[in-house]
């Protein structure tokens, strides 16, 4: 029974590895997705720390793609030392992949205070050229989820941009993209986006923590029987002397 036991643990080890390699992909891709939001998102979002539960979940899944392959020697080999030296890392990572749960709460809680502050500040600064920085990220916005204005289209009749127009209407980006004579004119609302764009802002932020959270809670659960199945291996080895002289190739005295 011990001798199945220890075979039955290193073949799920051994598949385990093969699903960190995987793992160590799809960390990174999530990781790189955070990071390309981010930059879309930037000037609603000004706190540069929420980035650390990506580069986090980027570092680990370096880490696992190298875990995978001490895995897959130390099984093979029947190494002790590697076997332990697994667990042990194993332990780090997941405790890090905790660390980024934690983080991914706090920041999502941060969410919306952070883009009711900086919002209001991103649309007075709207002059409608491709040469402001602002005026892309709220046309990208506008087009991308879908919305007008801060809380609906009205709202562009108290900025700047609409103060200098002078031709009451909203900008291009609101217009819904099945109307193909939409000029954003506010006396055919019909023809504009309903939803505000705050609201639509802070829930793409909010999913995109939810994607390192859940992302970060799977992976942490993998590794946890990962470290189950290498500490039964080694105990099994440490408390059967048979085993031990079956890997050997010696004999009892």
Same mark, same amino acid.
């Given at each position: 029974?011990?001798?199945?036991?220890?075979?039955?643990?290193?073949?799920?080890?051994?598949?385990?590895?093969?699903?960190?390699?995987?793992?160590?992909?799809?960390?990174?891709?999530?990781?790189?997705?955070?990071?390309?939001?981010?930059?879309?998102?930037?000037?609603?979002?000004?706190?540069?720390?929420?980035?650390?539960?990506?580069?986090?979940?980027?570092?680990?899944?370096?880490?696992?793609?190298?875990?995978?392959?001490? #895995? @897959?020697? /130390?099984? *093979?080999?029947?190494?002790?030392?590697?076997?332990?030296?697994?667990?042990?890392?194993?332990? $780090?990572? =997941?405790?890090?992949?905790?660390?980024?749960?934690?983080?991914?709460?706090?920041?999502?809680?941060?969410?919306?205070?952070?883009?009711?502050?900086?919002?209001?500040?991103?649309?007075?600064?709207?002059?409608?050229?491709?040469?402001?920085?602002?005026?892309?990220?709220?046309?990208?916005?506008?087009?991308?989820?879908?919305?007008?204005?801060?809380?609906?289209?009205?709202?562009?009749?108290?900025?700047?941009?609409?103060?200098?127009?002078?031709?009451?209407?909203?900008?291009?980006?609101?217009?819904?993209?099945?109307?193909?004579?939409?000029?954003?004119?506010?006396?055919?609302?019909?023809?504009?986006?309903?939803? #505000? @764009?705050? /609201?639509? *802002?802070?829930?793409?932020?909010?999913?995109?923590?939810?994607?390192?959270?859940?992302?970060? $809670?799977? =992976?942490?659960?993998?590794?946890?029987?990962?470290?189950?199945?290498?500490?039964?291996?080694?105990?099994?080895?440490?408390?059967?002397?048979?085993?031990?002289?079956?890997?050997?190739?010696?004999?009892?005295?």
């Amino acid at each position: 029974m011990g001798q199945c036991g220890i075979t039955s643990s290193k073949t799920v080890l051994v598949f385990l590895n093969l699903i960190f390699w995987a793992a160590a992909g799809i960390l990174c891709y999530v990781g790189a997705y955070v990071f390309i939001t981010y930059d879309d998102y930037d000037h609603f979002f000004e706190d540069v720390y929420t980035l650390i539960p990506a580069v986090t979940i980027i570092a680990v899944g370096a880490l696992l793609f190298i875990i995978g392959l001490i #895995g @897959c020697c /130390a099984t *093979v080999r029947e190494s002790s030392c590697g076997l332990a030296t697994f667990a042990v890392i194993l332990l $780090l990572v =997941f405790m890090t992949e905790v660390a980024v749960v934690v983080l991914g709460y706090i920041y999502r809680a941060k969410v919306e205070k952070e883009v009711n502050v900086s919002i209001k500040k991103v649309y007075d600064e709207y002059n409608g050229t491709n040469s402001n920085a602002q005026s892309r990220a709220i046309d990208y916005i506008q087009r991308q989820l879908q919305c007008c204005g801060i809380h609906n289209y009205s709202d562009w009749q108290n900025t700047h941009w609409y103060e200098q127009s002078k031709n009451n209407s909203a900008p291009i980006s609101c217009c819904k993209t099945n109307v193909g004579s939409c000029r954003g004119s506010l006396t055919h609302p019909e023809d504009l986006y309903q939803e #505000g @764009c705050e /609201a639509m *802002v802070v829930k793409k932020l909010k999913e995109i923590m939810m994607y390192v959270i859940w992302t970060a $809670l799977t =992976f942490a659960t993998i590794q946890m029987l990962g470290m189950l199945c290498a500490c039964v291996v080694l105990c099994r080895r440490a408390r059967d002397p048979a085993y031990e002289l079956l890997i050997t190739g010696g004999t009892y005295a």
